[in-house]
């Protein structure tokens, strides 16, 4: 059975930072595209980061991109998503993803609906 298993949510102020981890089970982990999908109230779910397991190509979306950092540990099955300048519109639930494959991150990131597995979702809210 696959699991995905968020931690590391939780308030912060605007400018400070938090981490996220993922922890993946159930399935073979250096074959997938692993990423962070967030859902704020009243909005779509919007890919916001992912990392191919296989070679560790990243993406990211311009609304995080130079802030956020997505990182692998292939050794411990983990992904991290180390969020740093926070902004309160960064105040959102948000989701670990995995997807069967390699070299589909982009595409991934445009339609994070396209993700097969879904861990339970983490609150982060940023207060301004």
């Known amino acids: 059975e696959v699991q995905l298993v968020e931690s590391g949510g939780g308030l912060v102020q605007a400018g400070g930072s938090l981490r996220l981890s993922c922890l993946a089970s159930?399935?073979?982990?250096?074959?997938?595209?692993i990423g962070w999908v967030r859902q704020a109230p009243g909005k779509e779910r919007e890919g916001i980061s992912s990392i191919d397991s296989k070679d560790g190509t990243t993406v990211y979306s311009d609304s995080v991109k130079g802030r956020f950092t997505i990182s692998i540990d292939n050794a411990k099955n983990t992904v991290h998503l180390q969020m740093n300048s926070q902004k309160h519109e960064d105040t959102a639930v948000y989701y670990c993803?995995?997807?069967?494959?390699?070299?589909?991150?982009?595409?991934?990131?445009?339609?994070?609906?396209?993700?097969?597995?879904w861990g339970q979702g983490n609150q982060v809210t940023v207060s301004s």
């Open positions: 993803a995995a997807e069967y494959g390699s070299g589909n991150g982009e595409c991934l990131l445009r339609s994070p609906i396209a993700y097969g597995y």
């Open positions: 159930g399935f073979a982990f250096d074959v997938y595209n």
